[in-house]
């Protein structure tokens, strides 16, 4: 049997909110600092309200682990130079790696409306960034389509015009079936996009909080995925056994495809995330002498 190439993972965390939960975050963060990934990605609130907290988690990852950083940056609630100079003072502090987002409506809000001096788009956003400095970039893509996109041929356009902009790759909104993210590959292929795409994985923390994750991005969850998971609700035990069979089952599918660098939206927690890397074949490195 033929062996996968080395699986490279990234990971995305939260600006906590409260000590607590910084407490449990940084267990998280110690925890997969071991798996070497290639970044950790960090949040922005939808109205830009986390901007602080999201500056201060990166600048703390990227001075106290080994880890690379890399905040999300979004068009909502700032003009185009408050998001240059955002990224400018990324820049000087060794930041190289952003995730740049339209971003969402801010909480209340039906619809996204831009800064009157701001980014409309993603692909400005991009190329904006550029302007600032060469910065590695990654974007959204939504295998099963961005809810706000008339159809899947306008969403695909607007995922080449983000690429051709200059990022690097694309992140992939999360999915439950393999067959889904896989011919949403062969679509960007066909489309002539020939960077990246690069699977998002949810692991199954709370069924219930999966299920409005999933509402607001347009994710399908499939009956078989209720099935599995009803009254399991009390049953913590069962159900992080159940949610990590079934991440593992999707991954290594998606890598029996040829599918070698998948991105885990890891909510704050490691227990999930390193049980599916280390089924994916990663192992801890020690750290340096």
Known sequence: MA???????????????????????????KRLEPLAPSFVSVTYGADGSTRDRTHNLVSRVSQETRLSGAPHLTCVGASKEEVQAIARQYWDE???HIVALR?????????????PQGYHHAN?????????????????????????????????????????????????????EPELFLRF?????TAGIDAPIVPGVLPINKFSQMLRFAKLCGAAVPPWLHERFAGLDEDDETRRLIAANTAIEMVTALQREGVHDFH?????????????????????VSAPA
């Open 3 to 29: 062996e996968h190439p080395a699986p490279r993972v990234s990971f995305e965390f939260f600006p906590p909110k409260t000590p607590a939960m910084e407490d449990k975050l940084w267990q998280a963060v």
């Open 94 to 96: 060794g930041i190289r």
């Open 103 to 115: 971003g969402d409506p801010p909480q209340g809000a039906e619809t996204f409306e831009p800064h």
């Open 124 to 176: 400005e956003l991009v190329a904006g960034l550029r302007e600032v400095a060469d910065f590695e970039l990654s974007v959204a893509a939504y295998p099963e389509v961005h809810p706000e996109a008339p159809d899947a041929d306008f969403d695909l356009d607007n995922l080449k015009r983000k690429l051709d902009a200059g990022a690097s790759r694309a992140i992939s909104q999360f999915f439950f």
């Open 185 to 189: 590959r062969d679509r960007c292929a």
């Open 264 to 284: 885990f939206y890891t909510l704050n927690r490691a227990e999930l995330t390193y049980a599916i890397c280390y089924a994916l074949g990663l192992r801890p």
